[in-house]
């Protein structure tokens, strides 16, 4: 799965978790840097993000890398774990649906 991939899903998440009524507000949204905020009916708030780690690549070939995804939820510890869990299953749901493959690995040219 290549970056542009992966962040589309990420993108068309929000959007499905904003149907469901959560608030969601775009933090950061960069190459390889993606942060949102989203926020639930009771006011929790946690923060989803992806990031592609550039540093630990592997050059496959002259304009392939191929670099570790990384992605989560940050959560204030306690009221949050709920919620953070709820948000990371609800996006294993989205991309086990719309994703063909799932793979913990990304590649991008530059």
Do not use: C, P
């Amino acid at each position: 799965m290549n970056i542009k991939t992966f962040v589309r899903l990420y993108q068309d998440f929000l959007q499905e978790s904003e149907q469901k009524g959560w608030k969601v507000e775009v933090l950061i949204e960069e190459f390889g840097n993606y942060l949102a905020s989203i926020k639930n009916n009771e006011g929790i708030e946690v923060q989803f993000f992806i990031e592609l780690d550039l540093e630990n690549s592997e050059k496959l070939n002259d304009t392939t890398k191929q670099g570790n995804l990384n992605y989560g939820v940050i959560r204030q510890k306690g009221e949050g774990d709920l919620f953070a869990k709820e948000v990371l299953e609800a996006f294993h749901q989205y991309w086990a649906k719309h994703s063909l493959k799932q793979k913990n690995f990304i590649i991008y040219k530059r």
